[in-house]
């Protein structure tokens, strides 16, 4: 009979057991009604739910050890690295950088979400790019915008201390060889033209930010091609970090998979235990595996309708990969002599955990890598470890480029708008399936919609945003020459609908404020048929929505050390990136992760080492 891990206090020592299984470790949070900024606080921790399966993951409870000494270990260090990708390499560069002794380990080659992202890194306060870009910026105005789309997900202290290291951490990652350029992008877009490396990648050039704080272009972009793609950049940054942490004496240990942590008998967390091939032949058969699942998961964006398609082929080659690894692996255990740091991202890659914690989302794209599994978090929990916001996910729906959508308005399964829809893609996302059932269209008139397709071809229209475009407006519209009957097409009221075409006319002439903050040059009246409407739900066919967990272990926000049930900290162990509730884990915007991994990777570090986090 397996027994369960909870969010609270187990009694049975699970050193007694041979079997975890992992219970929920929170419910989702009642949804608050609107508010400009959309602000949300870390739920309370709720009663567990009933128990269910591992999720795959096949985690052991902690082995509980009388005596360290005496134990096998085939490896030792003075701080154990679960997960190399953007949380872990800062991590361990940092520690490298003062002293300890490192080893890395990691389910697949490294890198991760980080590498494979696109290379956008959230700083400002006034980094040496925008100085030289000409971009006015301090640490104040940064902490002032970001507190409105952080909210209190983290102390006051915390974000305050992040947006003044911002430009310490932006400049370490530069002497460490991470490429970056002082050419700017000014308009509002969800993702630059490739030959722009500075821009704005949030909602502070929309209303009501701007008027909030002065905007200021943050979103730095690793100077990186891949093609024409607008992913696998995040290499970019993560490369030359994994070159520094190895040149100072990281060792890393790939495809090596942690199954189960080790503690003594105070409880401190003190070693590792990994799965990994003994036979070189056959490890690289299974790289050559993980190699070709992520060429086909990585072929189009996740906002792209063939990507179902590539995703499912993709995970084909993952579950031929998954059969060798149950067949010819081999357990060895790390000791971490000063601290272990679980850094192995979010759990978007795994369907089952989606659809227990955050169901809502369930029918979105997975928008991460083969990594993001859960185990680090869970790894965290099988020690006790309390988590937080695990139901929040955030879900990517851009509207523009093309600039004409964006100057439409989206309305919901009832015909209303509830977003400026110029806002970055995560703040309309999350307003679309937190409070309005993953509803969306996007509503065009005859000019708008041709506009639409002029935009497409624009000069600073990506590749993967024109087809998004195209196929969308040419495949997936409905079309009628009124708006009651778009309406009755689109299975809505269509006096609703026409009441809010006509607040929106309105307001679009200037004859009344928008009711979200819409400027006018934003804005396009909608009065010559034929009407259009595209399908921007959560589970739109041909329109999917890309996504990525933003939930975690709770730590300790001044060392990153994992708190359990009670509050108090696991002696030994911490969590950094996604494996962590952090700096995005309320609303995201582009490369803030990757800033919050960075941040807290150094602070894990550094919090070991016993120095100052500040």
Not at 181 to 194: D, E, G, I, N
Not at 513 to 530: I, N, Q
Request: charged fraction near 20%; aromatic fraction near 8%; hydrophobic fraction near 40%.
């Amino acid at each position: 009979m397996p027994v369960c891990v909870t969010h609270l206090a187990n009694s049975i020592p699970l050193d007694t057991i041979g079997r975890i299984c992992i219970t929920s470790v929170t419910e989702p949070s009642p949804l608050r009604p609107p508010n400009p900024f959309g602000l949300r606080s870390a739920p309370p921790s709720p009663p567990p739910h009933a128990p269910i399966t591992d999720w795959g993951l096949s985690i052991d409870p902690p082995l509980t050890l009388s005596d360290p000494d005496a134990h096998r270990w085939d490896e030792t260090a003075d701080v154990v690295i679960v997960g190399l990708g953007g949380a872990g390499v800062a991590a361990a560069l940092e520690g490298l950088e003062r002293g300890l002794g490192v080893i890395a380990v990691d389910h697949y080659d490294g890198g991760g979400s980080s590498a494979a992202n696109g290379g956008v890194y959230y700083a400002g306060g006034g980094t040496s790019i925008q100085h030289e870009a000409g971009v006015r910026d301090d640490p104040a105005m940064m902490e002032a915008y970001l507190r409105t789309e952080v909210g209190d997900v983290v102390a006051p202290e915390t974000l305050r201390r992040f947006c003044a290291d911002s430009a310490e951490t932006f400049e370490w990652l530069r002497r460490h060889g991470a490429p970056f350029s002082a050419t700017l992008y000014s308009r509002k877009t969800s993702y630059p033209p490739l030959d722009r490396f500075l821009y704005h990648p949030d909602s502070s050039l929309a209303e009501p930010f701007r008027s909030h704080t002065p905007p200021a272009a943050r979103g730095h972009r690793a100077v990186r091609r891949n093609g024409n793609k607008p992913w696998g950049l995040g290499a970019g940054i993560w490369e030359p970090l994994r070159d520094a942490a190895l040149a100072r004496g990281l060792t890393f240990h790939a495809q090596a998979e942690a199954r189960q942590l080790a503690c003594d008998a105070r409880g401190r967390v003190i070693g590792v235990r990994v799965l990994r091939f003994a036979d070189a032949a056959v490890r690289a058969r299974h790289a050559g595996l993980i190699a070709k699942a992520n060429r086909w998961i990585a072929m189009l964006p996740p906002t792209f309708p063939g990507a179902r398609m590539t995703y499912a082929i993709g995970f084909r080659y993952l579950a031929k990969a998954r059969e060798l690894e149950a067949s010819a692996r081999s357990a060895a255990w790390i000791r971490a002599r000063k601290g272990i740091v679980l850094s192995a991202g979010g759990f978007i890659c795994n369907s089952a955990m989606v659809r227990h914690f955050a169901p809502d989302y369930a029918a979105g794209l997975p928008n991460g890598t083969l990594g993001d599994n859960g185990s680090g978090i869970m790894l965290g929990v099988s020690t006790g470890g309390a988590t937080g916001l695990m139901e929040r996910v955030s879900a990517w729906r851009f509207l523009s480029p093309p600039r004409a959508w964006g100057k439409g308005m989206l309305v919901d399964g009832e015909g209303r708008r509830f977003v400026n829809e110029t806002w970055y893609g995560a703040r309309i996302g999350d307003a679309m399936v937190e409070r309005h059932q993953g509803r969306g269209w996007i509503v065009l008139d005859r000019a708008l919609f041709r506009q639409s397709l002029r935009d497409a071809f624009a000069t600073d229209t990506l590749a993967f945003q024109r087809d998004i475009t195209l196929v969308n407006a040419l495949f997936a519209a409905v079309k009628a020459p009124t708006p009651e009957a778009l309406a009755r097409k689109m299975g809505i009221d269509p006096k609703a609908l026409s009441e809010t075409l006509l607040a929106y006319n309105r307001s679009a002439r200037g004859h009344v404020p928008d009711a979200f903050h819409k400027s006018t040059e934003d804005m396009a009246m909608l009065e010559r048929g034929p009407f259009y409407a595209i399908d921007a739900s959560v589970d739109a066919k041909m329109f999917p929505i890309a996504c990525m967990t933003v939930g975690g272990l709770i730590v300790d926000e001044a060392t990153g050390a994992v708190k359990d049930h009670a509050g108090d900290v696991i002696t030994g162990l911490y969590a950094a990136g996604r494996n962590a509730v952090g700096i995005c884990s309320n609303l995201y915007v582009s490369g803030l992760s990757y800033a919050d991994c960075v941040w807290s990777g150094r602070r894990a570090a550094r919090a070991i080492c016993g120095a100052s986090s500040s």
